[in-house]
């Protein structure tokens, strides 16, 4: 005669079979994309504000990016290396920027690197400057509209390592239709390559 101990233990070993299968199947959630994405609007935050729709495309996609007006390059590369420091969850860095604003994504790189704080991954659109991208950058996509003097391309630093890579939007394969400086930051070809490029470096750990 079976006991009612029994009885009970291979009703729960039923259940637990029957329930489990089910549970398993559910879809998890997708974990959030970690890291620190900041993105820097030009002069007098006038001519850069699709970098704010950039943003809020991203946050659509569950990334935490900030745009902002241009900081001081050495105390944000402070805040930028504490939180890198304090916690997995602020790795790693994305930096973007137009304008005077991507020459400001160049001058915090380059703030980070006697910290020892690398640069995952910079998107430069029309600087005024020519960087230079420093050592502790892994890939930098630098979209440029104008000439050798202006709006141009970056070089790279003495013993920088990474990738780079300057891409014409006026000339050749790359040319977009009627881009120039004042509206390269809103174009929606773009956006799209931005959001696939910071995805990617944000899941590159």
């Given at each position: 005669m079976i006991s009612r101990r029994a009885l009970l233990s291979?009703?729960?070993?039923?259940?637990?079979?029957?329930?489990?299968?089910?549970?398993?199947?559910?879809?998890?959630?997708?974990?959030?994309p970690n890291g620190q994405v900041y993105l820097f609007r030009g002069f007098a935050d006038i001519f850069s504000t699709g970098l704010n729709t950039l943003a809020q495309q991203l946050k659509a996609d569950g990334i935490n990016a900030e745009a902002?007006?241009?900081?001081?390059?050495?105390?944000?590369a402070a805040r930028i290396a504490e939180r890198y420091r304090a916690s997995k969850n602020a790795r790693p860095v994305v930096l973007v920027g137009h304008s005077l604003g991507a020459d400001m994504t160049f001058s915090v790189a380059s703030a980070l690197q006697p910290m020892k704080i690398p640069v995952a991954l910079i998107l430069s659109f029309d600087p005024t400057g020519k960087g230079p991208v420093p050592g502790n950058v892994k890939k930098t996509l630098n979209f440029y509209t104008g000439g050798e003097n202006l709006w141009s391309p970056v070089l790279p630093a003495p013993g920088f390592k990474g990738e780079l890579a300057n891409i014409n939007l006026r000339q050749g394969e790359t040319a977009i239709k009627g881009i120039g400086h004042f509206n390269i930051d809103k174009n929606p070809k773009l956006?799209?390559?931005?959001?696939k490029e910071i995805k990617l470096a944000l899941r590159r750990r």
């Open positions: 291979q009703a729960s070993l039923l259940l637990a079979a029957s329930v489990l299968p089910a549970e398993a199947a559910k879809p998890r959630k997708p974990k959030s902002m007006s241009l900081p001081n390059a050495q105390a944000f956006h799209e390559r931005s959001m």
